[in-house]
């Protein structure tokens, strides 16, 4: 029972245009959602994270928005730059420490 | 100077051989996870330990056994390895109450293949 989906295996952006990543989510509990990116061989590293109670956080090129009502929140990276590319996993925690990971979206942002 | 680091990267083993994946973090974190991507890359918790003591033990065969010798250790010991058992395995760890912040840090992974 997958309570974190992203639909979207994979993803094509041209360099410095606006890469957005989608997570849809089922837990109305979830309360606190984070964005990791992980390179080939190495382990997810922390991007970018937002509390239920807002609808946006941004950090730099980066930018998570949450739509609580339609269980939601998608990542935005503008400009996209041929570092980014990665996968990208979205994450969703109800209760104590325990974050529910959805399958990951591959990002390749073409030069 | 690996934050979260394990060993081996990589393993390759016969089906009903036991193993073990070591764990280690120099962070000062309290709580230490193992996750399992599986080959739809679902990445899906397994333990998880907060100074020392077993907090969560998600629906896994009991021939997996975590053991924490302290805080900065969380072991997981495989016995009668199975096909099924091939899978990318993660070790992570946090700050029980400053986790929000940063989330988890995670170690590179080992992948482990059952033959």
């Known amino acids: 029972d997958q309570q974190v989906k992203q639909n979207s295996p994979s993803l094509s952006v041209q360099e410095g245009r606006i890469s957005i990543l989608n997570c849809d989510y089922t837990?109305?509990?979830?309360?606190?959602f984070l964005w990791y990116k992980k390179y080939p061989a190495e382990g997810p590293t922390f991007l970018i994270s937002?509390?239920?109670?807002?609808d946006k956080n941004e950090d730099g090129r980066f930018t998570v928005f949450l739509n609580k009502s339609a269980k939601h929140l998608s990542l935005h990276i503008v400009p996209s730059q041929p570092g980014d590319s990665a996968v990208y996993f979205c994450?969703?925690?109800?209760?104590?420490?325990?974050?529910?990971f959805g399958t990951g979206t591959s990002l390749t942002v073409i030069p | 100077d690996t934050a979260v680091s394990q060993t081996p990267k990589y393993l390759v083993t016969q089906m009903g051989n036991d193993k073990s994946i070591k764990c280690e973090q120099n962070?000062?974190?309290?709580?230490m996870y193992w996750y399992k991507q599986d080959s739809k890359k679902f990445l899906k918790i397994m333990f998880s330990?907060?100074?020392?003591?077993?907090?969560i033990n998600e629906t896994v065969p009991n021939r997996f056994s975590p053991k924490s010798p302290d805080k900065a250790h969380l072991n997981l010991h495989i016995n009668s390895l199975e096909l099924g058992d091939s899978a990318v395995y993660f070790c992570?760890?946090?700050?029980?109450?400053?986790?929000?912040?940063?989330?988890?840090?995670f170690g590179s992974g080992t992948r482990l293949t059952v033959v």
């Open positions: 994450a969703s925690r109800a209760t104590g420490n325990q974050f529910y």
């Open positions: 837990n109305s509990m979830f309360d606190y």
């Open positions: 937002i509390s239920s109670i807002k």
């Open positions: 962070l000062g974190h309290d709580t």
């Open positions: 330990y907060n100074n020392k003591e077993l907090i």
């Open positions: 992570a760890s946090s700050h029980s109450l400053g986790y929000r912040e940063a989330g988890y840090t």
